[in-house]
């Protein structure tokens, strides 16, 4: 690194090392304070969306679902298996939404021979031989 102080010095005057401090400010905003950022406005959109019924992770690592939420407290009440629990809502680490279930259309388009394929396979039904018969 001081090879790269003297070669910034020797290139760019005296401005040299004071242009390689603000590059290396510049990098280290792109590198660490610019994503921490888009993780901090992703936590408060799942904040956002936050609905009784959600299932949650606390920072306590607490598996719990929502039961209510107070806004004007900014608290959050878990029913962790029939256990009640308040929690501030900078607390809730992960949300997992629970959306309503929507049944799945039937499509008729898939042949149905597992029936045929069953009875064939079924070892518990004997064949019926007609040579028997005689």
Request: aromatic share 2%.
């Given at each position: 690194m001081f090879i790269l102080l003297l070669a910034a010095n020797a290139g760019f005057g005296g401005y040299g090392s004071i242009i390689f401090i603000i590059l290396i400010f510049g990098l280290m905003y792109f590198m660490m304070i610019r994503p921490q950022k888009k993780q901090q406005q992703k936590h408060q959109e799942m904040m956002n969306k936050l609905q009784v019924g959600d299932k949650v992770v606390t920072i306590g690592r607490l598996h719990g679902v929502v039961?209510?939420?107070?806004?004007?407290?900014?608290?959050?009440?878990?029913?962790?298996?029939?256990?009640?629990?308040v929690f501030d809502r900078t607390a809730i680490m992960r949300?997992?939404?629970?959306?309503?279930?929507?049944?799945?259309?039937?499509?008729?388009?898939?042949?149905?021979?597992?029936?045929?394929?069953?009875?064939?396979?079924?070892?518990e039904t004997p064949e019926k031989d007609d040579s028997t018969k005689e």
């Open positions: 039961d209510s939420i107070d806004e004007d407290a900014r608290t959050v009440t878990l029913d962790c298996d029939g256990i009640y629990l949300v997992d939404h629970v959306e309503a279930v929507q049944p799945a259309a039937s499509t008729n388009d898939a042949p149905t021979d597992s029936a045929d394929q069953k009875a064939d396979d079924d070892p």
